[in-house]
């Protein structure tokens, strides 16, 4: 089977002061009912705000951590304050390329047992790919990521997948663009058919029963019907 190798997938950007490359951090493929056609969307890893290429004090304050979503054809920047008024969501159009390497020979783990040896007894890379519909929209979601934390037992064998970053669609939201409905999460899981994900949101921290400020972090819980594979990249 086939699977991205993001230890080597990079979004390289080109511009007139700077040019940088970044690591995929997780992939996102949408297919509406309604045209068939996948699109795949990548979350790049974060980095904090800075001064680039300056002769001292490169790192800014108040900062912010720097990330973004690539689409076919826009892109969407994310800064992430220490908080949530200084948030901030930028859309533009794609000047980069993005090269996304692949395993063309990963194995996939059938069960929880085979899961258990992967983590324990093999050194190779492990990405799990996690697919969630929803009907009333017509549209499937595909979410692949590195497997960054596995946590298995033995008597009886049991398994639970910790990780991200990554990029999850709100079913609820009616975008005119798929980029702008694409969010940033955790996953958790510990069976193949159902995965949870603590979004990224905005949550108030309280004094009493009144808000002094809001800051964004992973607090927002969801729960779907999902199928989760896990591979493992063995041999490449």
């Given amino acids: 089977m086939s699977a991205i190798d993001f230890s080597r997938s990079y979004m390289r950007w080109y511009g007139e002061v700077n040019n940088v490359r970044i690591l995929i951090d997780a992939a996102c493929t949408l297919t509406y009912d309604s045209t068939g056609r996948p699109e795949s969307y990548y979350l790049v890893a974060p980095c904090r705000a800075e001064n680039t290429h300056g002769d001292s004090k490169l790192i800014t304050t108040p900062g912010y951590e720097f990330c973004g979503i690539w689409g076919p054809e826009d892109k969407r920047i994310l800064r992430f304050a220490w908080t949530s008024d200084r948030d901030d969501s930028q859309y533009g159009p794609r000047t980069d390329t993005l090269e996304i390497r692949r395993f063309e020979d990963a194995r996939l783990l059938p069960d ?36 960054n934390t596995m946590n298995v037992v033995d008597g009886p064998m049991r398994f639970q997948v910790d990780t991200g970053p990554l990029i999850v669609p709100n079913f609820n939201i009616m975008a005119a663009r798929p980029i702008e409905s694409l969010e940033v999460a955790y996953v958790v899981y510990n069976r193949f058919d159902e995965a949870e994900f603590t979004v990224r949101k905005p949550i108030p921290i309280m004094d009493g029963d009144r808000p002094l400020f809001f800051k964004t972090d992973y607090s927002e819980l969801r729960n779907y019907s999902a199928r989760n594979e896990i591979l493992i990249a063995e041999g490449d």
């Fill in 112 to 147: 929880a047992d085979a899961v258990f040896r992967a983590a324990m007894e093999s050194s190779a890379p492990m990405v799990s790919r996690t697919t969630i519909r929803n009907e009333r929209r017509g549209l499937t979601a595909v979410l692949e990521y590195p497997v």
